[in-house]
């Protein structure tokens, strides 16, 4: 299967399992990737550059995702890239700089109650 194939299967796996988890997300029309857009739309303040590749260079895919994630579509802030990524008979998972996955942390920190002593 060539690389573009098995790119597209990995991207359109990847939105219909954000959608299972209740996220409208699809697979956006690209176009060599020039455009800068994600290549999966959907998640609010998220850029997401998806590989479904058995080897990955991690920073490189990373790289991808920031300079995409710099370049806002029309009606979207501020997202944070963010890398997903899955081999064959394993899991998806996520990368994301450290301080890009603090902000989500603590946004999440502060909409929890105290715990009570």
């Not at 690209?30 to 080897?55: F, N, W």
């Not at 994630?69 to 802030?77: A, C, N």
């Not at 994301?96 to 109650?113: H, S, T, V």
Request: a neutral charge; charged letters at 30%.
């Amino acid at each position: 299967m060539n690389s573009k194939s098995k790119g597209k299967r990995g991207e359109l796996e990847l939105a219909h399992k954000l959608r299972e988890y209740g996220y409208e997300c699809r697979r956006t029309v690209q176009y060599s990737g020039a455009d800068g857009s994600a290549d999966v739309a959907g998640l609010p303040g998220i850029h997401i550059e998806c590989k479904r590749v058995e080897k990955l260079n991690l920073y490189d895919a990373m790289a991808q995702a920031i300079e995409g994630g710099t370049k806002p579509l029309p009606f979207e802030g501020d997202r944070l890239p963010a890398v997903f990524h899955r081999k064959n008979n394993h899991s998806w998972l996520v990368t994301m700089r450290l301080e890009d996955w603090i902000k989500i942390y603590k946004e999440c920190e502060a909409g929890r109650e105290p715990e009570e002593s």
